[in-house]
């Protein structure tokens, strides 16, 4: 639960993939099957529940009734044939994975999307190893567009039928109240399909639906709720219920329930999130009571200390910007006095920023979130030679904004607008965003009004967009595994340009470092017309240690390239130093060991 009086992070944010609280249960029926589900079970042991006893048919009914997400060590033909008859809904099975006798394939059978299968499946090969490969089947994976029931919001209505039309390129309207961070979707999907009969519509109001129409539920609502002590789950759910119905709202929208910190711990309301499949967030009665509210009144400042809990809490924690949609109401039970209170809210759409960073080239040093986060946005910003890097990667429909170098400012305020306009966007870098880079730039455009959403922690000042900040392989970490070990010990990095620092704070920060024994890595060493600033910096460091200090020269590390050389301070030609280079110098006691950079951990060299 939380209790703290942040406003709501979006919940498709902090979906958690369902590995984290899903049991997975093993069915195996021969000795092969038998040692790799043992291997998942080792790997896994919180995670998984073994069914290798009986006869398989009723192994795979007991898992099936039992677990979340079955793995099948069975031939596909066999596990279709003992699943058939216990098959209920898309919605209520498990996902079922699938892995052959001799553990080449792990096939996501059923349940792909929500039943977490296809995922499953990738994890089951990389732990099975040895060339195992995942096989994923559903349609939209394969051609790079989000399935709607892949985004973590509920979807209703024709989806098999839209998701066809989306896939062969059918026109699909797109209806949506508000932007939301949504993954890019295909060109022809959008306004301009208008005249189609086939559409999407994105809205937290109930809809009648015609048969070519589905509906995505936007975590959009937030019902603040109050309740005398001992009130009953059904009162609280059924008050919920018809205050939606009668606003015409769903409650797949209800992204939460919210109620004063003294109602923490009521049975009643606890039980009502938990059916309703959302958290019940609690605020301090204090900060309830500075809420401006169209109902207050004299019964809960008496009892709680606020005069308004349930439009209060709901306003509270839907945010800056909220709507109250529905004043507070009270359950009518026929035969007693109502003992519960709500109110909805109305959550204005949060945008999403991640700075993702791309690391130094080469396409195995993305991290796999940076890769997540790309294929997350529905807008991409970045420095035209970065976007190239991974153009691939992106969905087809993704809007690239690409700029030249030198243009970050305005890259980072692109990026911010389009994120307060309610998108998922990706501002990309090279390295790591952070570090030389568009990081920086960004949240102070952000401001106080950037949230940090990824943790759910989030500014309680004015959030209006998530910021998520992916790290990568920064070229100083990259040059130094080509290297061997420079950094083994305390090290700096300098950048020498002095296009935005003055040359004299560049100078006494080496000067410092030189002093201090410092390893340091020189970024943007050398262009070709700034040539005077390594000698000058070297010459500083070479004050305070030896001529055979060894030195470190890394040209486009991880990419095709790439060139690495081992010198020393004495020995360093400047020209073979430029823009796509970063220079390490070790500290008096890096040694070259073996070709290799090596600086020891703590003084006393080890013989
Ligand atoms: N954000 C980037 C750094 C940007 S500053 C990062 O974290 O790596 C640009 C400087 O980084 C270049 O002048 C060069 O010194 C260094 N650099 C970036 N990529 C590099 C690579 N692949 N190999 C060597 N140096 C690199």
Not at 94 to 112: H, N, S, T, W, Y
Not at 292 to 304: E, F, I, K, N, R
Not at 475 to 485: R, T
Not at 545 to 554: K, N, S
Request: overall charge neutral.
């Amino acid at each position: 639960m939380n209790t703290s009086n942040e406003p709501l992070g979006d919940p498709a944010h902090d979906r958690r993939p369902p590995q984290d609280r899903t049991v997975i249960g093993l069915v195996a029926a021969t000795a092969a099957g038998s040692a790799a589900a043992r291997r998942l079970a080792d790997a896994w042991p919180d995670r998984t529940r073994r069914y290798d006893e009986g006869p398989v048919r009723t192994a795979v009914a007991r898992a099936f009734e039992d677990c979340d997400q079955l793995v099948c060590f069975l031939a596909t033909g066999a596990t279709v044939r003992l699943l058939a008859p216990l098959l209920r809904g898309k919605a209520a099975d498990p996902g079922v994975v699938c892995v052959d006798e001799a553990g080449r394939f792990a096939v996501a059978l059923l349940g792909g999307h929500g039943g977490g299968a296809n995922d499953l499946a990738a994890e089951v090969a990389e732990l099975l190893g040895d060339g195992c490969t995942p096989v994923v089947t559903t349609a939209t994976d394969a051609v790079g567009i989000p399935g709607l029931d892949s985004l973590g919001w509920p979807v209703e209505g024709a989806v098999a039928a839209v998701t066809r039309a989306v896939l062969d390129g059918a026109p699909v309207a797109l209806r949506a109240d508000a932007t939301w961070p949504l993954p890019a979707l295909p060109p022809h999907v959008g306004v301009r399909g208008v005249a189609a009969d086939v559409r999407l519509h994105v809205t937290d109001r109930r809809l009648p639906l015609a048969a070519r129409e589905a509906v995505l539920r936007p975590p959009s609502l937030v019902v603040g709720v109050g309740a005398s002590r001992g009130v009953g789950v059904d009162e609280v759910l059924g008050l919920v219920s018809d205050a939606l119905d009668e606003a015409g709202l769903s409650p797949g929208s209800v992204a939460a329930l919210a109620t004063v910190d003294a109602k923490a711990g009521e049975p009643g309301l606890l039980a009502a999130a938990e059916r309703l499949g959302v958290p019940l967030r609690t605020f301090p009665a204090a900060g309830l009571a500075a809420v401006d509210v169209p109902t207050p009144s004299a019964a809960p400042l008496a009892a709680v200390g606020t005069p308004s809990v349930a439009e209060a809490a709901a306003l509270t924690a839907a945010g800056p910007g909220a709507e109250l949609l529905v004043r507070k109401r009270k359950s009518a039970p026929a035969d007693r006095p109502a003992m519960a209170t709500c109110a909805v809210a109305r959550r204005r759409p949060r945008g999403r920023l991640a700075v993702v960073g791309l690391g130094p080239g080469a396409r195995d040093l993305l991290t796999p979130r940076a890769r997540t986060e790309l294929r997350r946005a529905s807008v991409v910003v970045g420095l035209d030679q970065y976007v190239a890097q991974i153009r691939d990667l992106l969905r087809p429909g993704t809007r690239v904004l690409e700029s030249g170098l030198g243009a970050e400012e305005e890259r980072a305020r692109t990026a911010v607008a389009e994120a307060r306009a309610g998108h998922a966007v990706a501002l990309v870098g090279s390295g790591d965003a952070g570090v030389y880079a568009m990081a920086a730039p960004a949240l102070a455009e952000a401001g106080p009004d950037g949230g940090s959403g990824g943790s759910g922690g989030a500014d309680p000042c004015g959030a209006d967009i998530d910021v998520v900040g992916v790290p990568g392989v920064t070229a100083a970490l990259a040059a130094a595994a080509l290297l061997g070990a420079p950094l083994g010990h305390d090290h700096v990095s300098v950048s020498l340009s002095d296009l935005h620092t003055p040359w004299e704070v560049i100078e006494r920060r080496v000067r410092a470092a030189a002093e201090s024994d410092l390893v340091v890595t020189f970024y943007n060493p050398r262009s070709r017309a700034r040539t005077r600033q390594l000698p000058e910096a070297l010459a500083l460091l070479a004050k305070h240690r030896g001529p055979a200090t060894p030195v470190g020269v890394v040209r486009s590390a991880s990419r095709p390239e790439e060139h690495v050389l081992l010198t020393t301070l004495a020995e360093l030609d400047p020209e073979t130093v430029d823009m796509m280079t970063v220079v390490t110098v070790g500290n008096s006691a890096t040694r070259e060991i073996a070709g290799r950079m090596v600086t020891p951990r703590g003084y006393r060299w080890q013989t």
